[in-house]
């Protein structure tokens, strides 16, 4: 089945630095491709998706690319804020077959920036 | 937007327990799933339904049983809490894109 194996955390940051997560991933096909947040005492959001190889996500900075070469879809931010302090899941889904598009999920990665 | 609403925050149940997890979405999704998040595991499936009446086993679904009557609700079942079923559920529905549940978080004494 699928996996994803992702940077094992936790991860500190001073405000303004930059941020990678890594994520690789094994799927059958031609999955999709997630990253979610999730902020203290809330559910899973969506942060960004691709659906391709080569295509880039991204929303509030984040970005990451869909790499089919490597498998890999690593979670980078230019200058992280403390507001960005959360748990991140990067996701796989593969949308064809009988899985009706189950999302398999990394272990995620628990993010602290401090000021 | 797509609500989906889980009908408790927090819920602390004693071993042996019968429990039902209670998912409400308010748009007409026919896929719907159930989570449970793990520190250090992240969310691993445990059921999922692509119709009424329909469902299938994810990848944990040992211990649990789902139910779905009605194309909008959802439940997940506990026959008989154990304290390894202490964990945060969460539920999904998804069409175009995924909406989850803002979790419960069971704790099994």
């Known amino acids: 089945g699928d996996s994803v194996t992702q940077m094992e955390g936790p991860v500190t940051l001073s405000e303004e630095a930059f941020l990678t997560i890594n994520c690789t991933y094994t799927a059958t096909g031609y999955p999709s491709l997630f990253w979610y947040v999730q902020y203290p005492g809330e559910g899973l959001q969506l942060l960004l998706k691709?659906?391709?190889?080569?295509d880039k996500g991204s929303n509030k900075g984040f970005e990451a690319t869909y790499r089919k070469e490597t498998t890999s879809f690593h979670l980078e931010k230019g200058s992280v804020q403390v507001s960005d302090s959360a748990v991140y899941f990067c996701a796989v889904a593969n949308a064809g077959g009988t899985s009706y598009g189950k999302l398999t999920f990394g272990q995620g990665t628990i993010l602290t920036v401090h000021p | 937007d797509v609500k989906v609403t889980q009908s408790s925050r927090y819920l602390v149940k004693r071993t042996g327990e019968k429990v039902f997890l209670e998912c409400v979405q308010d748009m007409d999704h026919e896929n719907m799933f159930w989570y449970r998040q793990d520190p250090g595991l992240g969310l691993r499936l445990i059921y999922f339904?692509?119709?009424?009446?329909?469902?299938e086993k994810g990848d944990i679904p040992e211990g649990y049983s789902v139910s779905r009557e009605k194309k909008e609700r959802f439940s997940l079942i506990l026959e008989s809490a154990s304290t390894n079923q202490t964990s945060m559920y969460l539920c999904?529905?998804?069409?175009?894109?995924?909406?989850f549940g803002s979790g419960t978080r069971l704790t099994v004494v």
């Open positions: 999904a529905t998804l069409l175009y894109g995924y909406t």
């Open positions: 339904s692509y119709d009424v009446k329909m469902k």
């Open positions: 691709a659906t391709k190889a080569d």
